[in-house]
């Protein structure tokens, strides 16, 4: 372009629009700006037990009963680790393993009697449905705790007493995990059914091969909840498990406190060690979540 034509050439002239898109445009960025660090404020909020139980288990014992508290260790240590992992009389690593047997057992079980309660409830009609299914959500609002002592009964008359079957078990079939995968199964196309049924298949096949597959995420979702129940439950592994090779790892970890009632860091070493296999289901996990809790709501 020549020195003739860049000066024939039009000059854009802000006009009054351009002029109010600038400082609105930098608005949003401020507000953005806003939104995130509270975000961040936030998170910080709800992470700081989480960050202080992990710093604590890296301090002594005097430091870790230090008076006001620090937020970093001084010294830096791991002797809360090694004490709580190589004592003889606190198997943490064998009640771990216990825990982590009974979880994933319990868990699997949930979703297999949910799942197989559910369907029908939500998919077919027979007569009493509706009564059925109000009991069931009924039971939701007996408190758990008045069913100890008939439970304990009957899981000794099993004699499943001081054994891992005996917080496997009981609480397999629970009335929320049928209410869930119903919720779950209603939001599904009904025309998915009807095509399978024209092809010949019938209802176990349906379930089998259409809904289970399509229901992944309240499967997952479903059965991370029920592992968190029976990894977190302290009260009713103290009530039917004595031995101290059969305990997990919650009750376990009381004695620890009773034993070692100021040592804050074995305590928050052991709070440590019970956190990674939560912490890390729900990184793994948190996209079925979202998915399965999202569409289990669609329909009543």
Do not use: C
């Not at 039009?10 to 960025?29: I, N």
């Not at 604590?56 to 830096?76: C, L, Q, V, Y």
């Not at 005996?166 to 119903?182: D, E, K, L, N, S």
């Amino acid at each position: 372009m020549t020195a003739l034509e860049q000066a024939a050439a039009p000059v854009a002239v802000p006009t009054s629009e351009t002029r109010a898109d600038a400082p609105r445009g930098r608005t949003r960025v401020w507000v953005v700006v806003v939104r995130y660090v509270l975000l961040g404020v936030l998170a910080l909020i709800y992470l700081s037990p989480i960050i202080f139980m992990l710093v604590t288990s890296f301090k002594t014992r005097a430091d870790a009963a230090g008076i006001p508290p620090n937020w970093i260790p001084d010294p830096f240590t791991t002797q809360a680790y090694e004490a709580i992992l190589t004592a003889s009389g606190t198997p943490v690593l064998l009640w771990f393993s216990n825990s982590l047997i009974a979880a994933v057992l319990h868990a699997v079980l949930v979703v297999v009697t949910a799942s197989l309660a559910a369907y029908p409830l939500a998919r077919m009609t027979f007569r009493g449905r509706g009564i059925v299914f109000s009991v069931i959500v009924a039971t939701l609002l007996i408190p758990p705790v008045i069913l100890i002592i008939p439970n304990y009964l009957i899981v000794g008359n099993l004699g499943w007493l001081n054994s891992l079957v005996a917080i496997i078990i009981p609480t397999a079939a629970g009335a929320f995990g049928v209410f869930f995968m119903r919720q779950f199964f209603l939001s599904l196309p009904a025309e998915l059914e009807e095509a399978a049924i024209i092809d010949g298949a019938n209802r176990w096949e349906i379930f089998l091969k259409i809904i289970l597959p399509l229901s992944k995420p309240a499967m997952a979702t479903l059965a991370l909840l029920a592992f968190l129940t029976n990894w977190n439950d302290f009260l009713w592994p103290v009530y039917v498990l004595f031995s101290a090779d059969v305990q997990t790892l919650p009750a376990g970890l009381s004695t620890l406190q009773s034993a070692n009632a100021v040592r804050y860091d074995l305590l928050m070493a052991g709070a440590v060690i019970a956190s990674v296999p939560v912490l890390l289901l729900f990184v793994f996990l948190q996209r079925f979540i979202i998915a399965g809790v999202s569409r289990s709501g669609l329909k009543g």
